[in-house]
Structure formats: structure tokens, C-alpha cells
């Protein structure tokens, strides 16, 4: 099992980024999913995820209203838009057997090796 996760890089604030993250292993329809970030110094926290259940989705009130997170057979995404630089942190997907894991990173059995995102001028 591998998770991929790629799209990650240099961008200003208010720019954009969409992140990707790749499966192998697993079909992503069988699993909730997340995406999790961790900036310089501090714990990592839940960014988005979506229930296996129903497809419902959360985000963390910081996120709200610029990310969106989706996902298709094979890969999990997380559009963001209005960047600022409390963004900056390495972003991390994640993958749980669980209905609806929220951000109870003790639920995720699956975790992609994060990519870089830094929003600066």
C-alpha cells in the first residue's frame, strides 16, 4: 500500500495549488480520507477529509471557503485557492477503514510521505 501525495511548491499569497495524492495498493472507494498538514514547529492538525459512509466532508475552520478536497478512484485532491502564509507546512493525505474518522489521526492506517507547500513573497 502506498499514498503519494505530489503538487506541492513556492506560491504567493492569495495564489493557488491543487494537491495530489496517488494510491497504489488500495482503492480510495473503500476508505475515508484526509488530508493533514504540519507547519514548522507545530503538531500536525486535520485539514479536510471525507467519510467513506456518505461522502460527507469537513474542514477546519481556517480552510473553510478556500479548500476543497475530492477524490476520484485513484487519487484524493485538495484544491486551494486564497493561499496565505499560515498555509505553509508540509501537507500529509491519509487513508482509515473507519465511517467517519474526522481528524483522530489514531484512525488513519494509511499516511502518504507529505509534500512541501510554502506561501510567501
Known amino acids: 500500500v502506498q499514498l503519494q501525495a505530489s503538487g506541492g511548491g513556492l506560491v504567493q499569497p492569495g495564489g493557488s495549488l491543487r494537491l495530489s495524492c496517488a494510491a497504489s495498493g488500495i482503492r480510495l472507494e473503500d476508505f475515508s480520507i484526509a488530508w493533514f498538514r504540519q507547519a514548522p514547529g507545530k503538531e500536525r492538525e486535520g485539514v479536510s477529509c471525507i467519510s467513506i459512509v456518505d461522502g460527507s466532508t469537513d474542514y477546519a475552520d481556517s480552510v473553510k471557503g478556500r479548500f476543497t478536497i475530492s477524490v476520484d478512484k485513484k487519487t484524493l485532491y485538495l484544491q486551494m485557492v486564497n493561499l496565505r502564509p499560515e498555509d505553509t507546512a508540509v501537507y500529509y493525505c491519509?487513508?482509515?477503514?473507519?465511517?467517519?474518522?474526522?481528524?483522530?489521526?489514531?484512525?488513519?492506517?494509511?499516511w502518504g510521505q507529505g509534500t512541501l507547500v510554502t506561501v510567501s513573497s
Open positions: 491519509a487513508a482509515s477503514y473507519t465511517g467517519y474518522p474526522g481528524f483522530k489521526e489514531y484512525e488513519y492506517a494509511y
